[in-house]
């Protein structure tokens, strides 16, 4: 016994000297372009002895911890060249580095493999980057550069067809995509009604688009999160760039503030094909414009602010009898500081707004309506060990809805004054998240996100009887709307109705060998605003409006499984995903339903479910003069809304049937060919299942009017959609080392004229007294082209 004792002492003595011997130290810093002081994300820092790395954060910055000792740290981003040096590592040491590009190239919006393809260790998973300097562009409608476009040609993304804003993912609503600029939320990401996003190119630094296994400090949308970061601007030397296309032009410019410490940017963007409409004798408008700026301070080692904003309008005109005006604001302070080499936070105070507005000439009234966000953030990353990382924060956001407000446009238009009712609403969330590193094979990521939601008082609030807004008719089969017996007047600070949900996250990723691994993903999350549309593509006449007492919240529940490999040192890549995700509480409309100026949206609503499942392919060729994708999806996405008693019919019989939104089967073909440093060519070749929509099938008569009886809801499909894009990409002057540099860039979207169809009507030849099938198409072949500089 006294002979164990002292072993013990003997060891307890020793463990400072054996702990002092293995002792720890932490390299640190950021990484930066050299030419500009942007920093830059994703980049990779490896250490090859340890077979251990770690990447850089969305503000540049890395953390990795060590033993003591010698060594060759690689640094490593497509398109720069790799820095390659030996560090002593016997203290904790901040060591900054400047990466060179490895050519000159204009910045252009394009799927980059280095930033994008998913660490084969990494348990995330579901998840596809933009970046904006490497290959060249994607052909485009009308020569612009797209960011929401470009991101329909990845697996599990689609749009409602041409001509139409927002985009699905996985099945999913474009209401339920969280769409962030510089953190700042965007309610409407479209120009001119779906032709352009409202993303400037020039200014844009990452995107990141999350399908599946998204980390927790992300909440609030329950189908996917499009993350854009804004370039810092140049703290070295000032510099323009822009473009000139057919119908519209960008300019943007950055340069210090104070030189190595401080920068601005501002960038400007606007169409300008109405001007050519008078020479065609027409009296309409119909332009956008959009500001993007952005100032950067470095304080000093450990501190960083940032004052970033965008401002976007659009403006459709006809005559002096209609016109509409609609656009986003978003404005972001940001204050980065380094609390240790192991602990980097980033402070947030945001503020979005969302402002409709249309003037009813031939009526005599204005109306105007829009949703209201302030925001604050509190993220911090904690660089435990190599092993353990931790990723924790705090999140308030505020909420005013402006459902209409609807004024005469003068004394002697003889419509009165009405203001749909203001909602407000309070939501909250702390979240944390883990990265733990199990052994050399397996890594997991787990974590969890409380989110409250509070909708608060408003100045009425209507009282049904049993709590129902809805009631069923038995005897004609149909929901009538209920009357309402009261109303209940709150203060803008009670609280209506409260919501809380716990939503886990968790990722597991399995290195089979140095090439390949399995991965799976669970998260469940929650959507508190619901998009009042009843329209396959979002408009911006569609109201924001918040859960409350008789609107609940939207629950996600996803799993998916995939497999990930790479082939000849990275040349070749193979992702394959299999995902279903199920949602409750998701809102649908009962036949009839008037959505627009109502001030009880809760009489022709009901609560439904919704699932999705299917299975992605994304097989790239990374290097050489080609290189390319191909993205195929196969999925189905499905709507049910049973009713809430035996006697009720709900919608569409309570049977399930596929939302506007479900492509059984999507495929993207995109390639680029660089035939020499003055000419490249780009394609896209895409095919879709043709839109879910509904037909009728019969008709009847009654007192001489001609009634349409219709099929099962979106039980028909409009034609498949399928289309070839072509363009080429021209630099006049590759060698030059004058300061400016210019490229054309020539397109033919749609090359063999496909007459893809938008919809597809129904009425009677009023010269035949035939029924006739009308189908709307949007785009024939359209050629474009456009010229690009920088200087």
């Not at 909440?219 to 473009?243: A, P, T």
């Not at 952005?294 to 960083?304: A, F, H, P, T």
Request: charged share 20%; glycine share 8%.
């Amino acid at each position: 016994m006294i002979l164990t004792l002292k072993r013990i002492l003997f060891i307890f003595l020793l463990c400072p000297i054996a702990l002092q011997a293995q002792e720890n130290f932490t390299l640190s810093g950021t990484v930066a372009d050299n030419q500009s002081n942007e920093t830059l994300i994703g980049v990779n820092i490896i250490i090859p002895e340890q077979q251990t790395g770690t990447v850089t954060n969305e503000y540049g910055f890395y953390s990795i911890t060590l033993p003591a000792g010698t060594y060759v740290v690689q640094v490593s981003y497509l398109g720069f060249k790799t820095i390659s040096e030996t560090l002593v590592l016997n203290s904790n040491l901040t060591k900054n580095y400047k990466l060179d590009e490895t050519a000159e190239s204009l910045d252009e919006v394009i799927v980059t493999e280095d930033v994008e393809k998913l660490n084969i260790k990494n348990p995330q998973m579901s998840v596809n980057s933009l970046s904006i300097k490497t290959i060249k562009n994607m052909p485009v409608v009308l020569g612009e550069v797209d960011v929401i476009k470009s991101i329909t040609l990845l697996p599990g993304v689609t749009n409602a067809g041409e001509g139409s804003s927002g985009f699905n993912v996985r099945g999913g609503a474009a209401d339920q995509n969280l769409i962030l600029l510089d953190e700042a939320t965007i309610f409407n990401s479209s120009h001119l009604f779906g032709f352009f996003s409202v993303f400037n190119p020039d200014a844009i630094k990452d995107i990141k688009l999350y399908k599946g296994g998204i980390p927790a400090k992300y909440g609030g949308r329950v189908s996917s999160v499009l993350d854009i970061y804004q370039k810092e601007g140049n703290s070295k030397s000032f510099h323009m760039n822009g473009g000139i296309g057919l119908i519209s032009s960008r300019l943007l410019a950055e340069g210090p503030i104070k030189k190595d410490k401080g920068s601005f940017l501002i960038g400007g963007r606007s169409s300008y094909a109405h001007l050519f409409l008078p020479l065609f004798d027409l009296d309409n408008v119909a332009y956008f414009y959009d500001l993007n700026t952005k100032l950067s301070y470095n304080i000093n080692d450990n501190n960083n602010i940032y004052l970033s904003g965008y401002f976007g309008r659009d403006v459709f005109k006809i005559s002096d009898n209609f016109e509409n005006s609609f656009g986003n604001s978003v404005l972001n302070f940001r204050w980065n500081h380094l609390y240790s080499e192991k602990i980097f936070s980033n402070l947030s105070l945001i503020y979005s707004d969302y402002y409709y507005g249309l003037q009813l000439g031939f009526v005599g009234f204005d109306w105007v309506s829009g949703i209201r966000n302030f925001n604050l953030k509190y993220d911090f990353k904690h660089y435990i060990s190599n092993n353990f990382k931790l990723d924790y924060g705090l999140n308030s956001m505020y909420y005013k809805f402006n459902p209409g407000d609807i004024k005469p446009i003068d004394d002697e238009s003889g419509i009165n004054p009405f203001k749909l009712i203001d909602k407000y609403a309070f939501e909250n969330a702390i979240y944390i998240d883990a990265e733990h590193k199990l052994s050399d094979k397996l890594t997991v990521s787990y974590g969890a996100r409380l989110s409250m939601f509070h909708r608060l008082g408003q100045d009425e609030l209507n009282i049904y009887e049993n709590n129902s807004p809805l009631n069923f008719n038995a005897t004609l089969g149909i929901y009538e709307k209920a009357e309402a017996i009261g109303t209940d007047t709150f203060n803008k600070s009670d609280v209506i109705e409260s919501f809380t949900n716990l939503e886990p996250r968790l990722a597991i990723a399995y290195q089979l060998n140095d090439n390949s691994s399995v991965k799976a993903s669970y998260n469940r999350m929650s959507q508190y605003l619901h998009l009042l549309s009843n329209t396959s593509s979002p408009t911006p006449l569609d109201v924001w409006t918040p859960s409350g007492k008789y609107i609940k919240p939207q629950l996600l529940d996803q799993i998916a499984i995939g497999y990930f490999k790479s082939f000849n040192n990275n040349a070749y890549s193979l992702e394959i995903e299999s995902f279903y995700k199920t949602i409750q509480n998701r809102i649908d409309y009962v036949d009839g339903a008037d959505l627009i100026a109502n001030n009880a949206i809760e009489q022709v609503i009901l609560n439904g479910e919704g699932r999705a499942y299917g299975l992605e392919v994304l097989f790239k060729k990374n290097e050489g003069k080609f290189t390319g994708w191909l993205a195929y999806t196969l999925s189905k996405s499905e709507q049910r809304t049973p009713g809430r008693t035996a006697i009720e019919t709900g919608i569409n019989n309570g049977e399930w049937y596929n939302t506007p939104y479900d492509k059984t089967h999507d495929i993207s073909l995109t390639g680029s060919y660089e035939l020499s440093k003055k000419w490249s060519f780009s394609s896209n070749l895409i095919f879709q299942t043709g839109q879910p929509t509904t037909f009728p099938n019969g008709q009847y008569q009654y007192n001489d009017i001609i009634i349409p009886n219709y099929e099962a809801r979106n039980s028909s499909r409009l034609p498949s959609y399928h289309r070839l894009d072509l363009a080429v990409n021209y630099n006049p002057n590759p060698e030059s080392t004058k300061n400016f540099k210019g490229e054309w860039v020539f397109g033919i979207y749609n090359v063999y004229n496909r007459k893809n169809a938008a919809s597809i009507s129904f009425s009677e030849n009023r010269n035949t007294g035939v029924n006739e099938a009308t189908r709307l198409s949007i785009f024939g072949i359209v050629p474009s082209f456009s010229y690009n500089f920088k200087f």
